[in-house]
């Protein structure tokens, strides 16, 4: 039986598409907002109306959410399972898709935009209007509009650690926090009150690049093996941004993982040892790794 075939987007999935639709859309303003299932958008149809005439300033990554932040309201995007993302001209819009944006045109990109979009060849002509796209067929995935003076949950936020790329994010204080997180070492890079982004993939990626059994229980750790599991974390999810950030646009609905070196390879030999990689799976989530150089 197949599990986990679906990526669940992560850390690095969501860094790409926050830079990409930064350089894309900031700057630009909302000239309309179709909403097809209301389900999908966390509004009322007054508020959602309210975006039109407003002027995206940024969009950025917390933990698992987009943030898009315009000159009034923000809008929280948590994509869960199926949750996808277009950004281009309005003669491709999908049929199935739940929520569209349309924006205007701009005099430029914005100034801060990441590097690796300067001049590339799949941003959107700034004379040009553009469309932003979501889908989701599983229905799970949720938008939140917050305008000023409302009190609209976001279910997780307020919950998250620090991102697991955060600068602050240092050795000391993670071995701070992982004193205060028991458990299996899987559960606990999963654990997003431990550290925000990482999901199934990357935990399997990261334990991996450690060395260290996902079934393993955090306090079994010798001092080096926190700071192996530490370094891992800051080593496996910038390799990912750097191959994702070449492979993913201009279609932004996909996430790229044949790339990683365990997860869904099941079977396969081990990159490090030759091994041949087990896996097994437990309410649907598929965890990968190597019985000869995991420990």
Known sequence: MAYDRRPVPE?????????????????RAVRSVEVRHPFVLRATPAEAEGLR???????????????????????????????????????TRGPKEALVFVFGERSGPPPDAALWTVASEWLP?????????????????????????????VPGWDQQGPDADAPDLDIEEWRRRIRRHPGELKALLR?????????????DEILHAARLL?????????DEEVDA???????????????????VPPTFEKEVRDFLAV???????CPRCGTRLT?????????????????
């Open 125 to 153: 002509q700034d004379d040009r209007p553009i469309e932003l796209g979501y889908r989701d067929a599983t229905q799970m995935g949720k938008l939140y509009l917050i305008p000023p003076g409302v009190a609209r949950d």
């Open 53 to 91: 005439g407003q002027r995206l300033g940024s969009v950025t990554r917390r933990g698992k959410f987009l943030v898009f932040r315009f000159a009034r309201d923000r809008l929280v995007v948590n994509a869960m399972l199926s949750g996808r993302f277009r950004m281009s001209s309005r003669t």
């Open 191 to 203: 654990n997003q009150a431990f550290v925000a982004g990482i999901g199934n993939a990357y935990s």
């Open 229 to 247: 599991l530490y370094d891992a974390v800051r080593t496996v999810l910038p390799a990912a941004i750097e191959v994702l950030r070449a492979r």
């Open 11 to 27: 850390l690095p999935d969501l860094a790409i598409l926050a830079d990409a639709f930064h350089a894309g859309l900031a700057g």
């Open 263 to 269: 997860h869904n390879r099941g079977g396969q030999a």
């Open 279 to 295: 896996e097994v799976a437990s309410k649907g989530m598929a965890t990968a790794y190597c019985r000869g150089c995991q420990r």
């Open 214 to 222: 996902p079934f393993r229980k955090r306090s079994s750790l010798a």
